[in-house]
């Protein structure tokens, strides 16, 4: 599943993040009047099918009278779903049955639709909050749902689609009348079939943004015969087809829906914000200093205020440089779940002390792994079993502010992405590449359409061949002169289409075609 930090329509640089998400301020707001009514009917209509059901043997023909009050309330429940008002068609519900916060892509949609001027209620669990632009932005309104944490058992997943789908239905059916429903996928169950559902009632457009493929991911814990993942697949197959629209990630993606799914996809490419870019020296020092006060690994060993291991500022002109003789600064970013190996760079991190270790001349190495997710223990526990004395590990997570800041200061990236589907890319070397930043990335299929080999970074397919990479991007670190240097400058002379000028181009006629 894709999650891998912050983007979006973004003002320059992102201010901090504010200490309460605006949806305390506006949800209130957001049930139209017929939303009542709509309620009313539909509990009178269940009342009444239960009144049939439970008392079969009563003198009173309630089947029959149930039915009729069925029948008598569903054209009323089904005009106060429909009826529309002169804001509606500029009403659009962006949905992801996940972490607002960490679903960027999303984040963008949102903003890009209020830019245009378009009234975005945005759904989705808020455990993370998300970026500053999408707190501050008036037009954008967000309604969390609650996130459904249950084991891996049969019935467990069963309470789990219950309980996600009535959750979904009341916030679709009760919010004002949405012109276009755009949802993400994965994770799509039960998310899809329900927003097929309502779309059909209240008359809105659906669009699903295919950034992967669910059943696949799912395979990755349980394996691809196993009956949920069955089930999964032949859930996203048949709910799939019956949007009004849909995007998707690659062009590998569109082939393969538009071949194996019957489903006519237009191609998105995740593109960098603006606020990733290289970071200014002045501001990579203050981030230094930042997180010096918090983790070790940045700190100088000396008790300088205005030094770090990278960077040092001068107190009597204010002047900042980058100290000689840092260590590399080596980022990689996650969500710590199963499609990432992150074994691979372990691996390769103990080689490349090895390498140090006899004779070769190398920089020390600082590696800064950000992110949270379900497998961040298990990797701990590996990471505190080796024993490195030219690396040192940093695992921490970064304000939405700080990430583009960190990726702009960083000497090289490492992304051990491996699509499920193989036909999805890694977002995180997108936001990379958006800040000049080269990248070693895993192998897999369509990853060419993203990473260039030997031109902005490398491909490997181990531990051996990235730590092989390793020793020859940065055998002349700090100089620039080298292959990481050349590098760089490619990204920084081709540097392609921002987000936004992609969003216009691709999203932006669907949304606003005639009905």
Avoid at 333 to 342: A, R
Wanted: net charge neutral; aromatic share 8%; with cysteine.
């Amino acid at each position: 599943m894709r999650h891998d930090t912050m983007r979006g329509s973004f003002k320059h640089q992102a201010p901090p993040i504010c200490d309460e998400p605006r949806h305390h301020r506006s949800q209130t707001n957001m049930a139209p009047r017929c939303s009542c009514t709509a309620l009313l009917a539909v509990s009178l209509t269940v009342l009444a099918l239960l009144a049939g059901l439970l008392a079969p043997h009563s003198a009173v023909r309630w089947p029959a009278v149930s039915l009729a009050v069925a029948a008598a309330l569903l054209p009323l429940w089904g005009r106060s779903l429909r009826r529309r008002d002169d804001g509606t068609s500029r009403r659009v519900c962006v949905l992801v049955l996940g972490d607002i916060g960490r679903s960027p892509r999303m984040q963008y949609h949102a903003l890009s639709l209020s830019k245009h001027g378009y009234h975005v209620t945005f759904v989705g669990f808020s455990e993370t909050k998300p970026h500053q632009d999408v707190l501050s932005e008036e037009k954008i309104t967000i309604v969390p749902i609650a996130e459904v944490k249950v084991g891996p058992k049969v019935v467990s997943y069963v309470t789990k689609v219950t309980v996600q789908s009535l959750q979904l239905l009341r916030v679709l059916l009760t919010m004002e009348l949405q012109a276009h429903v755009l949802m993400q996928n994965p994770p799509g169950l039960p998310s899809i079939a329900v927003t097929w559902f309502v779309c059909l009632l209240r008359g809105s457009r659906f669009i699903i943004d295919w950034h992967n493929y669910g059943y696949t991911i799912m395979a990755l814990s349980h394996g691809p015969a196993h009956p949920i993942v069955r089930l999964a697949k032949w859930y996203e197959r048949f709910f799939g087809p019956l949007a009004s629209h849909n995007l998707c990630v690659t062009n590998a993606m569109k082939d393969d829906l538009q071949k194996n799914w019957g489903i006519k996809a237009t191609t998105l490419y995740d593109r960098p914000a603006s606020i990733f870019r290289e970071t200014p020296l002045k501001l990579q020092h203050e981030l230094f200093v930042r997180l010096a006060a918090v983790y070790p690994q940045f700190r100088h060993a000396g008790s300088e205020a205005e030094r770090t291991i990278f960077s040092a500022r001068d107190p009597a002109d204010g002047t900042v440089t980058l100290r000689a003789e840092r260590p590399a600064l080596l980022l990689s970013s996650t969500s710590w779940t199963e499609d990432e190996d992150f074994s691979i760079l372990l691996t390769a991190l103990e080689e490349y002390e090895g390498f140090i270790r006899g004779g070769a001349s190398l920089p020390p190495l600082l590696c800064v792994i950000t992110g949270k997710g379900p497998q961040k223990e298990h990797y701990m526990k590996l990471i505190d079993s080796l024993h490195l004395e030219h690396v040192e590990i940093c695992t921490p997570w970064l304000e939405a502010e700080d990430y583009p800041l960190l990726l702009g200061s960083a000497d090289l990236g490492v992304c051990l992405h491996k699509s499920s589907s193989g036909l999805d890319l890694p977002m995180k070397v997108v936001d990379m590449f958006g800040c000049c930043l080269p990248v070693c990335a895993v192998h897999f299929n369509c990853l060419d359409e993203l990473v260039k080999h030997e031109e902005n970074g490398l491909i490997f397919k181990d531990s051996a061949e990235l730590a092989e990479q390793l020793k020859t991007l940065l055998s002349d670190f700090p100089s620039s002169e080298g292959k990481l240097g050349t590098f760089r400058r490619n990204l920084r002379s081709s540097r392609g289409q921002r987000w936004d000028d992609n969003w216009d181009q691709n999203v932006l006629p669907l949304i606003t075609a005639p009905r």
